[in-house]
């Protein structure tokens, strides 16, 4: 006896899905303005969008203890290795106090040629990341042990994090953790939505996303209203006070 596909898999103990309710379980992210009043209601669904895939990652951005290789082509005597000081700048021979953090690679190079043009007639030059300072990365909310981690790989996960301070607890809603994540200079912080569970079982490894220097991983507790709880709370303390916003780029 014919059959249809929905009629079988209800024979078979299962119920068929449609596109909107396994879409429902896509990865979300939200963008939020970093000044939201706390009793602003907004529509969180207005600005859901992909947590950003390996494609589509923004470039690194150097930090304060980044090592850098200042490497010219034709005038090797120019050659010079700095570290990015506290301030976030960093001097060599001929550039002194430039801003390096908040930059990428790309962007400081462009800076040393605009400077090294006034000494030299052709400055080829490169900077090369030599090495990255540690990341460090809090963790928030219902985890066995909250708090900021310190880590030396620049590939850390969300389940790493979260494994490295304890674990969820039960009272966690793992269908929704939050990953609040600054703007460089002038740009709005983000905030993105993961789903723990799915990461964790296998059922959707991109929800496993990569983590940046000074994010803020928040486990929220079960119940729609506490994840608005915390994301009221957590967004006004960090992500308007982050480190650089407000700076200007020479």
């Known amino acids: 006896m014919d059959m249809t596909n929905d009629t079988a898999l209800e024979d078979m103990g299962g119920t068929a899905k449609s596109e909107t309710q396994i879409s429902e379980h896509k990865p979300k992210f939200l963008q939020v ?62 550039a002194q106090d430039i801003q390096a953090y908040g930059r990428t690679a790309a962007e400081l190079q462009e800076k040393l040629i605009d400077i090294y043009e006034g000494e030299l007639s052709d400055p080829r030059l490169a900077v090369i ?49 939050l990953v609040l994540r600054r703007g460089a200079y002038g740009q709005e912080g983000i905030v993105f939505e993961a789903d723990y569970k799915a990461a964790i079982t296998g059922r959707d490894p991109s929800q496993n996303m990569r983590l940046t220097s000074h994010d803020v991983v928040i486990v929220p507790r079960s119940g729609i209203a506490n994840v608005y709880h915390y994301y009221r709370q957590f967004i006004q303390q960090f992500l308007p006070s982050s480190f650089g916003l407000g700076y200007e780029l020479d």
């Open 33 to 94: 303005k970093p000044n939201i009043n706390a009793s602003e209601s907004f529509d969180v669904e207005k600005y859901i969008r992909p947590i950003p895939t390996i494609e589509t990652l923004p470039p690194y951005r150097l930090q304060v203890g980044d090592v850098l290789q200042v490497k010219f082509l034709l005038n090797s005597e120019f050659n010079e290795e700095v570290v990015i000081r506290p301030d976030g700048m960093i001097s060599t021979l001929i």
């Open 129 to 177: 990341v030599k090495s990255f300072s540690p990341m460090r990365i809090s963790v928030l909310g219902e985890v066995g042990s909250p708090g900021e981690m310190v880590a030396v790989d620049p590939n850390v996960t969300l389940l790493q994090a979260i494994a490295r301070a304890g674990g969820v607890l039960a009272s966690a809603n793992t269908d929704k953790v």
